[in-house]
């Protein structure tokens, strides 16, 4: 049976340690703060929120929350954004998507000051991370090399094949993985011979949103599996894109869903806001 790699004591052990970078910095003066704007009242994105914020009470920092209604206009976000971006206590800026219909996420994305990105969606910060410069690292992939590096597990050298190529994690993914001088192949739907391509992972990260689409066909035996999907099975149970129970059986080790990739990207986000002093200095004292 594989090792279960633990996500909420993982991502715990990182919110301690930053827990007491914000104590330093408190010492010295410095708050951080976080803006989360939720639109509209959408279930998955309110519990996204909830932890979100109870993460930055957790490690001391300030969380400043706007909850606007459904029917907000793109304009009226994009002026919320443009304000946040001024004031100088805001280190950083988080826009929880999905958005409504009627706004352009691109453009809200757009809109956020890149020393405030702190989810890593900006065009800047995503090419800052393709080129090896400073920046923010979207937190989900970000939070998966962290899991891998806590678990002692090996990744230069390694095969490794990523499953989905969206721009919020399968694309990022594979240049971290990149960066710690894996061998990278991302995989998509498109992709033939899949099982023959993902069988050749040493490391298979799946992000496709399709339920328990991953069973031990695709796995290669000993191979280490991230399952970063988030679904709901028949049961409207939540489950991964990975079929746990399957799959655990043939690799040797495997995160769950919920408790294995999911707390990882609060804790990066939270890592993220850290950073930002670090890369930035203080919101608005002109570093």
């Known amino acids: 049976m594989a090792a279960i790699i633990d ?39 309110a519990v996204y929120v909830r932890n979100k914020k109870k993460g930055c009470e957790y490690i001391g920092i300030g969380s400043l929350s706007y ?45 956020i000051d890149p020393k405030k990105d702190v989810d890593g969606f900006h065009p800047q910060s995503v090419g800052a991370l393709c080129i090896g410069q400073q920046g923010f690292a979207s937190c989900t992939p970000a939070g998966v090399i962290e899991l891998l590096k806590r678990s002692s597990i090996e990744i230069e050298g390694k095969e490794c094949v990523v499953l989905g190529r969206s721009n919020i994690v399968g694309k990022p993914m594979s240049v971290l993985l990149l960066r710690e001088n894996a061998t990278v192949t991302i995989a998509h739907s498109r992709t033939k011979n899949l099982k023959e391509v993902t069988k050749r992972a040493d490391i298979l990260i799946a992000a496709v949103g399709r339920p328990k689409m991953i069973t031990r066909d695709y796995v290669k035996e000993g191979a280490v599996v991230i399952d970063v999907g988030i679904n709901r099975d028949e049961n409207n149970k939540l489950c991964g894109d990975v079929d746990f129970d399957d799959v655990a059986e043939v690799c040797s080790a495997i995160t769950p869903v919920p408790g294995g990739v999911g707390p990882m990207t ?22």
């Open 266 to 287: 609060v804790a990066m986000l939270l890592y993220n806001c850290v950073k930002s002093i670090q890369l930035y200095g203080q919101a608005g004292d002109g570093k």
């Open 67 to 111: 909850e606007l209604s459904e029917g907000t206009s793109q304009e009226e976000l994009l002026a919320l954004i443009e304000e946040l971006n001024r004031r100088e206590d805001v280190n950083g800026i988080l826009v929880q998507l999905p958005l409504p219909a009627h706004i352009d996420e691109d453009t809200v994305i757009r809109a």
């Open 7 to 45: 996500g909420k004591a993982i991502s715990l052990e990182l919110k301690d340690e930053l827990k007491k970078k914000v104590q330093e910095l408190k010492k010295k003066g410095i708050q951080i703060n976080l803006a989360v704007i939720q639109v509209g009242n959408n279930p998955a994105s």
